[in-house]
């Protein structure tokens, strides 16, 4: 009755105790979509549904030997989420380099949904400098797009997009959820996938509250569809879907911000 | 459309990259069982699918202040897995006296599938003396039985679960799959649920390969069970139903042990 592992993400990303984002809601991502998730902490965090407390990134050389132990456990996709520092951030761009023609998510973990700040602008540099260009697709919401173009002084975030394709990735997932424009009163929120000859738009009814772990979802998601061998467009579409639907059957806890519901489609 | 949290397990484990034990296996368990995990990592693990090359403690002051900061999320049950160190397992326990009628299921994780001890005679007697006390019901196969209880020589299971039982906690489900008995040709495995005034079977046809993660599977399960409010004795015979629900339908790796799936319901 056994089967055949299903595809392999190999998730770098920090862990949250809530559950609500971080590694063990990529895991929930990756399952919910049919993938099987290989994960390996880059920090732990002190976090509740208001905020994140206390960040203490993993030593990157367990990181490093956690990967190498592995060993020949197939990978068919990565996605990379929070890096606090240099350290880890290095080592999840060695660890990248390992994998050679696997697609990577990267999730521009900058800031938590509570307003805690998760970077600095010398993380942000390096991130750029020394990661983004391994990257098949970034995921960035607004803010996360400006903090990593900072030298951009205006609003155009086209123009930031194609400063990230330059610097080496692929594509750029533009989300548009966390920081509405002066027009959001709109009932819709409008993605853009940035490619290097394109650019292409979804529009989604705007939900009402706000979600704890909505980004992870999203990547986790796409690196899970990529893994099974959508092209980047179809799996950013997916992604978007599922992400959708997890957060519109979400789950309203006593205090905080709401949680997503991977499950959805069984509970 | 949001719903109420399901009712929240708190897990002290953990974290094994592979997914098939360990805090990610867990909160599958516990997902898949209608609960919501809260995780707290008690340890980093660098394992593949064959054996565990290196574990190492979390800082025992990160745990408890993360169970601090997560304040009153409410806690309906709590599964604890490995406790690699003293100071883990005594933050294991003062973590356990804030929640006061709250179910406490332990698995006592001493060593790996592989065959990597986990343990030492003084931290295994240290569980005797400062933990078991506090746990509703203990999941002990025959080997974390018998380390638990050295001082009694032969192999009689019963003597051994009233000895713990003696150490004041209410419940021992006896797992009988790890250990073959002489009798093990027979094509069932039996595990036993000992309770300071009974003792109860289930016999279940034996699966003929090594699983990983079959013991976390089954103990997050109970506790799932347990936080839904099931009694002690159905909520034993859910997550064993679970569990070889779970193994039945594992996956088969290119190498190593097999991994559980714990999503078998949905795919």
Not at 43 to 70: F, K, Y
Request: overall charge negative.
């Amino acid at each position: 009755m056994a089967r055949p592992l299903p595809p392999a993400v190999l998730v770098l990303a920090g862990h949250d105790p809530t559950s609500g984002a971080g590694l063990v809601a990529d895991s929930e991502a990756v399952a919910a979509n049919g993938g099987w998730a290989l994960t390996v902490p880059t920090a732990l965090t002190v976090q509740n549904g208001d905020n994140v407390r206390r960040v203490v990134p993993v030593d990157s050389a367990i990181m490093q030997e956690t990967v190498d132990t592995l060993g020949d456990m197939p990978v068919a996709a990565i996605k990379i989420g929070l890096l606090a520092d240099a350290a880890t951030l290095d080592a999840a761009a060695r660890i990248v380099r390992r994998f050679p023609g696997v697609p990577v998510v990267i999730d521009p973990v900058l800031k938590a949904g509570g307003g805690a700040e998760l970077s600095t602008p010398d993380l942000c540099q390096r991130f750029v400098d020394n990661l983004i260009g391994q990257a098949d697709i970034l995921t960035p919401n607004r803010h996360e797009l400006a903090r990593l173009t900072p030298e951009l002084p205006d609003d155009n975030d086209t123009e930031r997009a194609v400063a990230l394709l330059s610097a080496g990735c692929q594509g750029v997932l533009v989300t548009a959820t966390d920081d509405p424009l002066p027009s959001s009163n709109d009932a819709t929120v409008t993605h853009t996938l940035h490619t290097p000859d394109n650019a292409r738009q979804w529009q989604w009814p705007r939900l009402a509250a706000a979600y704890h772990g909505s980004g992870c979802t999203l990547a986790a998601a796409l690196a899970t569809r990529l893994a099974a061998g959508d092209t980047l467009t179809v799996a950013c579409e997916q992604a978007q879907h599922f992400a959708w639907q997890s957060l519109s059957h979400g789950y309203r806890p006593a205090h905080g911000q709401r949680l997503p519901n991977r499950f959805f489609a069984y509970r």
